[in-house]
Nanobody, 123 residues
């Protein structure tokens, strides 16, 4: 069974930083695209960042470009999201996801494996 387990969420003040982690089991993070999504109450799930096979290519949604960095450690089979200069609009549940089919790299439809989420609250 594939399991993705996120951690690292919390409450921070505007301008602060957090680093999220996602440990994968049953799926190699170097196998395909891995991504971070977020979903705020009443809003659709949004692709935040994606990475291809160890950082060969990375993708970000415009609102986090320059503030967030996605990375992975293949030896630890772990995905990371470093978040800086956090804003209240970044408040959401953040999910780790693993690719299961071809598609746009920041589209939820491309990813079939999901973690349970970790909450990020920025005040």
């Amino acid at each position: 069974d594939v399991q993705l387990v996120e951690s690292g969420g919390g409450s921070v003040q505007s301008g602060g930083s957090l680093t999220l982690s996602c440990v994968a089991s049953g799926y190699s993070v170097s196998e395909g695209y891995m991504a971070w999504f977020r979903q705020a109450p009443g809003k659709e799930r949004e692709g935040v960042a994606a990475i291809w096979q160890g950082g060969g290519r990375t993708f970000y949604t415009d609102s986090v470009e320059g503030r967030f960095t996605i990375s992975q450690d293949n030896a630890k089979n772990t995905l990371y999201l470093q978040m800086g200069d956090l804003k209240p609009d970044d408040t959401a549940m953040y999910y780790c996801a693993a690719q299961t089919q071809r598609g746009p790299v920041l589209s939820p439809a491309t990813y079939g494996y999901w973690g349970q989420g970790t909450q990020v609250t920025v005040s």
